[in-house]
């Protein structure tokens, strides 16, 4: 699946609600979240608009492994 180009680190924070996720602090732009789902995880999400495709990548990548499966299966979970 192909990732989304338009999407903003807000709009990423309410779909990692899904998974469990929830903001716990903030520093200047960046928002850091975590979920107790499969043991704790933490994950920071930039508030920029849109979201760099590397960045984004590399978020998805995180959740995917901590849930022990594929980008592709996050992705079809976000939308």
Known sequence: ???PRDLSGAELI???SAFGYSPVRQT???VQLV???NGEHHITVPLHS???VGTLN???KLVADHF???KNDVL???K
């Open 1 to 3: 699946m192909k990732i």
């Open 14 to 16: 309410r779909a990692f």
């Open 28 to 30: 200047g732009s960046h």
């Open 35 to 37: 979920t107790k789902q």
């Open 50 to 52: 849109p979201l760099r």
């Open 58 to 60: 590399a978020i998805l």
């Open 68 to 70: 022990n499966t594929t």
């Open 76 to 78: 079809e979970r976000l």
